[in-house]
Structures are given as structure tokens and as C-alpha cells.
């Protein structure tokens, strides 16, 4: 947890948003995993802990935008409680650890709200995600929970926004702190993902190395030689000689703030010709994206620099023809790039998107597009010093999509499908790693974990 002064400065700047009456934040609560008593390891609500700090479940904050005063509301323990986790610091103590003054018993907070309603005054908050939230604020305003969805404010929430996406250090020391325990996770992958290992035996090895830390994943790890399903949380596959893993994994620091990285290596230690080529491709597109960040330029327009790489290298490989940039623009590079280039870090894996993915990642004059691929864009709004970025660009030779876009010749004439369908059964490759927009460019941060393929050979010889 950071010093007092650090959630003290943070809600000043929140009120400087010119924002009135009062600002609720209600923390998460112990989610059971099969009975009550047996809960999924807690994680709390990103904006409450941002702001009051604490890690510890059914706690609310309220904010005065008017006058600044905080006041945290929760219980004091009681002997039940201690018999069954031994001795807790006091409320007010609990409050202190984020300069709140004022602390108050939980069961107050539905009066306080009512106070400050009847007499006019808004009660204004960010859009609950949790069942739990929206139920437990349905109470807490007296309104139906359809009512409470609804009425969230988007004016704080833009507020939190602004600063939320803007990482102070003791932010980026905690990210760079997850980053080195990711480090070793990814090293142990490559150097335990040998032929007739089952993929969650290595996804086993790097969870022990993060849990002897006492941290959790920040997501559901990624590992699979069917790199070409982006989202493939299945660890049931034999690893044999030759296949391509794509392991993306993280975790969360002991102060809550996530890394992300992805890499992908040949079981055996050597790459293919094949694979290779295409490697050095997603490579290519990674490096081009991370050159061009720098405050100011659309995340929008990195991506598709990116894509305009892969089209041009992969166009000399004979998978496309024609014009990158038309290309590009008609959205005929998706099929093998077919999600966004990445996405804001920090305390979320996928930073703020409980807010609401489009007022977090787009505006400015950033607008969604409609096409497939770049439609999955989280982030395409001009970037600013301080925000910190994942930086994934992929190419996947996914069998489905090249099938039903060759049956409906969509785009056919700048793809190749005879050359794509030569690659069904490749899979699939992404490099990703976490970056910092800094005043005049770019940092990526944490030690840097092998990416090059005489890198990646190197380690896997070991």
C-alpha cells in the first residue's frame, strides 16, 4: 500500500474536476466460489482502491466534491470476526492508512445518501460491474438495480479517467515489480516446454513462481500450441517437437497492479524456417509500433501502421497483393490480425474498461470502426505521457475465418487464399509487452524478456 498522502492527493485531484455533491465508491465484497463461506480470492474494485487504498472486502468510500472531506465507511471487528481471523486493526485505523479523517459504521451510508438527496444534493457514481455492486447500491439509493445501471455518471467517470490513466511512479515501480516476477514465469515456460510435457504442467510451473510471491494472476493464463484461438484458456495439450506455444500471462503485484506479456516459442528450442519467417514478421510490426508511440498520436493509427507491416512483409510471402495502406483500410489484413494492437495497464489488465470500454479507450476524435478486426480496437484515442499501453500485435492462420471469407471471396482480391490455406494448421504468433508513453517517446518497461528468435533459442538451450 502507498504512503497516506499518495490517496490524499489523488482525491484532491478528483475534486479539482469541478464535480458537486457526493462521490460514492463501493468496494467489492468476498465472492463465493461454492458455498458462502468459500470464497475466489478477493480482488477489490480498481476505483476504490485507487482512492481509499484498501484491499479488504465490504468497505464504501464517500467523497464531498463540495468540501473534499472523505469519509470511510465499514465495520470495526468484532470478537465473532476475530475468532475466526485474529486480531484487525479498528475502521479508523484502517482509514488512516489513506489520510480519510472521518470513519463511519457501514449501516450509516443509506441515511447519509438519503440526506444529501433529499436536500437536492447528487449522489454521483462510476457503473457498477458486479452483480453483487448493483444489487447492494439498489439498496443503498433506494432504487431498483435497472435504475442504478442506468444512472451512472459519466462525468466522474471521465474524471476518473483522466486520472487513473495517468501513472504516477510509485505506479510504474509497481508494474515493473509484477514484470519482474513475469520475467521469470515466461523464462521457466520456455525452458519446461519440452515435447510430451502437457501444456498445464508448465502453466503450473509458472503459477508456483508467482504464488511463492503470495500474487495471483492478473488473468487466466494463455498458454497453447492452438495459438491461432486468441483466447484460449485450455491447458490439456500434449506439447510435441516443432509446435508453436503462444503463452500470454501475468500477474498482479501485492500492490494490485498487472502485467501482460506474451511470447512465442518452438517446443524443441529451434525455430522452423516457416515459422520463423512469420516470426520475424510480428517482430517487425511490434518494434514499428513501439518507435511510433508517443503523446499526442492515435493508438488508432499504431495499429494500423502495424497492420500495414504485416501486409507488406506478408505480401512478399505471397499472402497478399496489392496496395498495404488500401489494404489496411478495407480491413483485408484482419484475417490474419483480426484483433486491436493493445489496450491501457495498470491496476486492470485491461486498465478502466469496467467503466465502459468506450469512454476509457476512445473520444478525442478517436472514433470505434465498424470493420472486423479493427472494430476489437480497446484503445484508439490520442495517447498522453504517463499512460502505459500493451503493445501485441499478432498474425494467426485461423482455419474458420479463412474458410468463410474464401467462401464469400471477401476481399479477394488482395488475399491469397491458396497461400492461406497452405498455412491452416501453423497456428499462431503474438509478442506483447507493456510500454510506457513517456514526454518524447516510449519506455517499455520491466527487464526485457527474450523476444528475438536467437534470444529465445539461447534460453531454450539451457
Known amino acids: 500500500m502507498f504512503a497516506p498522502s499518495v490517496f490524499a492527493a489523488r482525491r484532491a485531484r478528483l475534486q479539482q474536476a469541478g464535480l458537486s455533491g457526493l462521490l460514492l465508491f463501493v468496494g467489492n465484497v468476498d465472492s463465493p466460489m461454492n458455498y458462502h463461506d468459500n470464497t475466489l480470492p478477493f480482488v ?4 476504490f482502491r485507487y482512492f481509499f487504498g484498501l484491499n479488504e472486502p465490504a468497505l464504501a468510500g464517500v467523497i464531498d466534491a463540495d468540501s473534499g472531506e472523505a469519509t470511510l465507511f465499514g465495520n470495526d471487528p468484532d470478537v465473532s ?4 481471523t485474529g486480531p484487525l486493526p479498528s475502521l479508523s485505523e484502517r ?8 470513519s463511519r459504521p457501514y449501516a450509516e451510508l443509506a441515511q447519509l445518501l438519503a440526506e444529501a438527496r433529499a436536500a437536492g444534493r447528487p449522489v454521483r457514481y462510476l457503473a457498477p460491474y458486479r452483480g453483487e455492486t448493483l444489487i447492494e447500491m439498489g439498496r443503498l439509493l433506494d432504487v431498483h438495480p435497472a435504475v442504478v445501471k442506468a444512472g451512472f455518471c459519466p462525468a466522474l467517470t471521465r474524471a476518473v479517467v483522466a486520472l487513473r490513466e495517468i501513472k504516477g511512479e510509485e505506479e ?27 501444456e498445464y504442467q508448465v502453466v503450473g510451473i509458472m503459477e508456483g513462481i508467482m504464488r511463492r510471491h503470495d500474487w495471483h494472476l492478473a488473468y487466466p493464463s494463455i498458454f497453447s500450441k492452438r495459438g491461432e484461438v486468441l483466447h484460449n484458456h485450455g491447458h490439456g495439450n500434449v506439447l510435441q517437437q516443432g509446435d508453436l506455444v503462444l503463452n500470454d500471462t501475468g500477474c498482479a503485484s501485492g500492490g494490485g497492479y498487472a502485467s501482460d ?41 499504431i495499429h494500423k501502421l502495424s497492420a500495414a507491416v504485416m501486409v507488406e512483409r506478408m505480401a512478399e510471402l505471397g499472402f497478399f497483393r496489392g496496395d498495404a495502406d488500401a489494404i489496411v483500410e478495407s480491413g483485408a489484413y484482419a484475417i490474419a490480425f483480426p484483433h486491436g494492437l493493445g489496450h491501457q495497464i495498470g491496476m486492470d489488465v485491461h486498465d478502466m474498461e469496467a467503466l465502459g470500454e468506450d469512454l476509457v479507450g476512445y473520444g478525442d476524435g478517436a472514433e470505434r470502426s465498424p470493420l472486423f478486426g479493427l472494430g476489437y480496437l480497446r484503445l484508439g484515442k490520442p495517447l498522453k505521457a504517463g499512460m502505459v499501453v500493451t503493445v501485441e500485435p499478432g498474425v494467426y492462420f485461423i482455419p474458420a475465418l479463412i474458410e468463410a471469407w474464401e467462401k464469400e471471396e471477401r476481399h479477394s482480391a488482395f488475399i491469397n487464399y491458396a497461400k492461406f490455406r497452405e498455412y491452416a494448421d501453423f497456428g499462431g504468433i503474438r509478442i506483447e509487452d507493456n510500454v510506457l508513453v513517456t514526454a518524447d517517446g516510449s519506455r517499455v518497461l520491466g527487464e526485457p524478456i527474450p523476444k528475438t528468435v536467437e534470444e529465445i533459442e539461447a534460453v531454450m538451450a539451457v
Open 44 to 47: 477489490q474494485d480498481s476505483s
Open 261 to 301: 506479456i506474451t511470447r512465442t516459442f518452438p517446443v524443441g528450442g529451434k525455430f522452423s524456417t516457416r515459422q520463423r519467417e512469420l516470426y520475424d514478421i510480428v517482430l517487425e510490426m511490434q518494434e514499428a509500433a513501439i518507435a511510433a508511440i508517443k503523446p499526442g498520436i492515435k493508438y488508432q493509427d
Open 81 to 84: 470476526d476475530i475468532v475466526w
Open 172 to 198: 510504474i515501480a509497481e508494474m515493473e515489480s509484477a514484470l519482474g516476477v513475469t520475467h521469470a514465469m515466461h523464462i521457466a515456460a520456455m525452458q519446461n516446454a519440452k515435447p510430451g510435457v502437457l
Open 95 to 102: 482509514a488512516a492508512k489513506a489520510a480519510v479523517g472521518r
